[in-house]
């Protein structure tokens, strides 16, 4: 009976706000879909949810595929190939992604440029994903967020 209580006796009354932890730049794993088991970076949240979207989604973007080892040996043109970034942009729902403790800073960087509404837009948002994902790694930020999750 005497459990341990997660949340204040405020908190625990039906209707009450919890405190939101999804916010921009949270790393995600994505556990259904086409994409289960892979990292990803919360862009925009909506808890409420929307008409296309009539529950609580955020807009996330990832790594589908993941830079390749790369050794001192290989040629200019085969490492370049081995350490591009293929990322994915998805709408995808609260419960099918689990939050975890470290996050991006994004910054601006997609601040108002990241559009899903058709598939011109959605090509050059995932453009943009895949320019800041490469600075990124290129630049040593963020290392074990460009490593294959292994579980």
């Given at each position: 009976?005497?459990?341990l209580?997660?949340?204040?006796s405020?908190?625990r009354?039906?209707?009450?706000?919890?405190?939101?932890?999804?916010?921009?730049?949270?790393v995600?794993?994505?556990?259904q879909?086409?994409?289960?088991?892979?990292?990803?970076v919360?862009i925009?949240?909506?808890?409420?949810?929307?008409?296309?979207h009539?529950?609580g989604?955020?807009?996330?973007?990832?790594?589908?595929?993941?830079?390749?080892?790369v050794h001192?040996?290989?040629?200019?043109?085969?490492?370049?190939r081995?350490?591009?970034?293929?990322?994915?942009?998805?709408?995808?729902?609260?419960?099918?992604?689990?939050?975890?403790?470290?996050?991006i800073?994004?910054?601006?960087?997609?601040?108002?440029?990241?559009?899903?509404?058709?598939?011109t837009?959605?090509?050059?948002?995932?453009?943009i994903v895949?320019q800041?994902f490469?600075?990124?790694?290129?630049?040593?930020?963020?290392?074990?967020f460009?490593?294959?999750?292994?579980?």
């Open positions: 009976m005497g459990g209580w997660l949340f204040t405020e908190q009354k039906v209707g009450s706000p919890l405190v939101n932890f999804l916010k921009g730049g949270r995600v794993l994505v556990l879909g086409r994409f289960a088991g892979q990292k990803a919360i925009q949240n909506s808890d409420t949810g929307n008409t296309t009539p529950y989604h955020c807009v996330i973007a990832g790594i589908s595929k993941y830079p390749k080892r001192k040996r290989m040629g200019r043109l085969k490492i370049t081995r350490s591009r970034i293929h990322p994915f942009l998805m709408v995808c729902n609260h419960k099918h992604i689990l939050p975890t403790r470290y996050s800073a994004l910054g601006a960087e997609f601040k108002g440029k990241i559009s899903l509404s058709d598939p837009k959605r090509k050059a948002s995932k453009a895949r800041v490469q600075r990124r790694y290129y630049a040593g930020k963020n290392k074990w460009f490593q294959k999750l292994k579980f």
